[in-house]
């Protein structure tokens, strides 16, 4: 895979992966949710202004997540400052049930997103 950033690390599983454009329908890639991160890389042949211009990996620790929600086929990140959005799709899946997807994925990050923070050790407990 390549970049470190990317790499899935030891004791990390995948949760799920699917089809997802970011923050446009020209930047296709696959969308990862793992146990500790949710992962977006582009696919390897893309068009020039997303090559250019468009981001080709996304590594977003789940306890870095803000909000996340779905609202009709689009999923929108929260994290800091910055804001994705996720168009979710399966190719053999029919285009009426893309909404369905997309929240079953919100709801899927949000729940990870509560597992990882019941296990980050909080500041204000001693030792």
């Known amino acids: 895979m390549g970049d470190e950033k990317w790499e ?4 990390e599983t995948v949760i799920n992966r699917v089809t997802a454009a970011l923050n446009g329908l020209n930047n296709i890639g ?4 793992t146990s500790e991160r949710l992962l977006w890389r582009a696919q390897r042949f893309r068009p020039l202004l997303t090559i250019a211009w468009g981001a080709s990996e ?3 620790a789940l306890g ?3 909000d996340c929600r779905a609202r009709s086929f689009v999923l ?3 994290a800091g400052d910055a804001k994705y959005q996720f168009s979710l799709f399966r190719w053999w899946f029919p285009v009426l049930l893309w909404w369905k997807l997309t929240r079953r994925w919100a709801a899927a990050i949000n729940q990870a997103r509560g597992r990882a923070s019941l296990q980050r050790p909080r500041l204000d407990q001693a030792p």
Do not use: A, Q, W
Request: glycine share 6%; proline share 6%; hydrophobic share 45%.
């Open 8 to 11: 899935i690390r030891p004791g």
């Open 30 to 33: 696959t969308l990862y949710l």
């Open 58 to 60: 996304l590594s977003l």
């Open 64 to 66: 870095d997540i803000e």
């Open 76 to 78: 929108f990140v929260k």
